[in-house]
C-alpha cells in the first residue's frame, strides 16, 4: 500500500493537516510532534507539564514545534473541549496517558482516572467538534489479559489485566467500543481506532522506573544498573516504530481503511526482537562502553508478567506496515542519542536527525 508510505511525494497527505495530539509533552508524543512537525502538519498540544527534571519536551524545545501547546489535564473535559474546538483537527491522537505500571500499582485510582476517564472526556470533545475525520487512541499491548503462553497475542484475544496499569488500559478499549457504536456511527461515523504497541526505547526517554533511562542514568553516574526483573522477555522497538505505524492507521482511516469490529491494531516488532531484559541491559552496556555494569535487585518484586508479545500481522495486511530498524539499529539510535547530547549535540536536532533516518530507510 505506497499511498501510505511516510515519505516521498505521499508525504503531502500530512503537509498543512490540522492533528490534536495529546501527550506532546511526554517521551512518546514528543517524538510524535516532531515527526508530524517534520511532515508539514499544523499540530495542537495538549498536556500536563513535563515532570520535573530532564525532558525531550524541554530539551529538544517540542513546543516550539506546535501550532499550539496547551498546557492541562485531560480530565478537564472542558478545557479539552475548547482547546480541541479551537484548533478544528482532522485527526486527533490521543497519547495522553498515566502510562508507568510502577506509578500505576502506587496510585491506582489516579491511573484509571487519567486512563479511563481521561480518554471519555477525550471522545466527548471529540463529539463537540464536527471537523475530526478519524482519531487513533494509543493503549497498550497490556490490555490483553496475559496467560504467559508461548505464542503472540491476537487483537482478537480477551481483555484482562492483573494490575492496574494494564487493568486501565484494557478498560479504555471497552471505552471505545461503547463510543464508536453509539456515538460515531449512523449520522456520523467517525472512525475511531486502538493503537496497542509494547515497549519502546528511544533517546529522550527520561521517565522513572524505565529500563533505558534507569540504565543510562546508572552508566553515567558509574554506578551498576539494579534490574527488577532480568528474565522477563518484552517487544522492544525503537519509539520511530509504532509511531509512523500510528500515522499509517490515521492516514488509512480517512481513507476509509474498515477496521474489524474491535477496531484495534497491534504494533510490535519481529518476533526475534522479544528479548529478555537482561539480554537488553547487556547490548545497552557494551554500547556504552567502561564502566557500564549491572545486577539484579534480590528484593522480592511485586507481579509482572515474564513474557508478553503480540502479533502484528492485521497491521502489516491492513497497512503494510512492519518496523524498518530491528532492535540492534534502535538500540544504537538510542544510545547515539544519549552519547550525542552529552557531548553537547542539540538534543532537537539529534532527534530530527534520527527521524530524517528513519523516514528514508
Known amino acids: 500500500m505506497a499511498n501510505l508510505e511516510l515519505s516521498g511525494d505521499a508525504a503531502g497527505f500530512w503537509r498543512g493537516r490540522r492533528v490534536f495530539l495529546t501527550g506532546h509533552t511526554g517521551f512518546k ?6 515527526l508530524l512537525h517534520r511532515l508539514g502538519a499544523e499540530v495542537t498540544g495538549y498536556a500536563l507539564a513535563p515532570e520535573p527534571g530532564p525532558s525531550l519536551y524541554d530539551m529538544a524545545r517540542i513546543g516550539e514545534l ?56 477525550l471522545l466527548d470533545a471529540v463529539r463537540a467538534t464536527p471537523s475530526v475525520e478519524a ?37 479504555c478499549e471497552i471505552v471505545l467500543q461503547a463510543y464508536r457504536h453509539s456515538y460515531f456511527s449512523g449520522d456520523r461515523p467517525v472512525p475511531i481506532a486502538s493503537a496497542r504497541a509494547g515497549n519502546v526505547i528511544g533517546g529522550g526517554d527520561w521517565a522513572a522506573v524505565r529500563l533505558v533511562p534507569d540504565a543510562i542514568r546508572a552508566f553515567a553516574d558509574g554506578r551498576p544498573l539494579i534490574a527488577r526483573n532480568p528474565a522477563a522477555v518484552r517487544p522492544w522497538q525503537h519509539v520511530l516504530e509504532p509511531l509512523a505505524g500510528y500515522l499509517r492507521l490515521a492516514q488509512a482511516l480517512t481513507a476509509g481503511l474498515a477496521l474489524p469490529e474491535d477496531g484495534a491494531l497491534n504494533f510490535g516488532p519481529a518476533a526475534e526482537d522479544a528479548w ?13 562502553g567502561e564502566g557500564a555494569a ?66 528514508h530507510a
Not at 279 to 288: E, K, N
Open 29 to 34: 508524543g514528543g517524538w510524535l510532534t516532531a
Open 66 to 121: 506546535t501550532a499550539a501547546s496547551h498546557i492541562g489535564d485531560i480530565r478537564d473535559g472542558a478545557a479539552l473541549t475548547a482547546a480541541m474546538w479551537d484548533a478544528r483537527p482532522s485527526i486527533v491522537l490521543h497519547l495522553a496517558a498515566q502510562a508507568l505500571v510502577g506509578r500505576a500499582r502506587a496510585e491506582p485510582a489516579d491511573t484509571f482516572d487519567t486512563n479511563v476517564m481521561g480518554t471519555v472526556r
Open 135 to 171: 482519531v487513533v487512541v494509543v493503549t497498550s499491548d497490556k490490555v490483553y489479559d496475559n496467560v504467559e503462553w508461548p505464542w503472540a497475542y491476537r487483537e482478537t484475544d480477551r481483555l484482562g489485566g492483573k494490575e492496574p496499569y494494564g487493568a486501565s488500559k484494557a478498560a
Open 276 to 288: 529478555p531484559v537482561a539480554r537488553v541491559i547487556d547490548a545497552l552496556a557494551a554500547r556504552w
Open 294 to 359: 549491572w545486577r539484579q535487585d534480590p528484593a522480592v518484586q511485586p507481579y509482572e508478567a515474564r513474557l508478553l508479545e503480540v502479533d502484528s500481522a492485521r497491521a502489516r495486511g491492513l497497512l503494510g506496515w512492519s518496523p524498518k530498524w530491528r532492535l540492534e539499529a534502535g538500540l544504537d539510535r538510542t544510545v547515539d542519542w544519549y552519547r550525542a547530547v552529552q557531548d553537547g549535540e542539540d538534543p532537537r536536532a539529534v532527534t530530527l536527525r534520527q527521524i530524517e533516518e528513519h523516514l
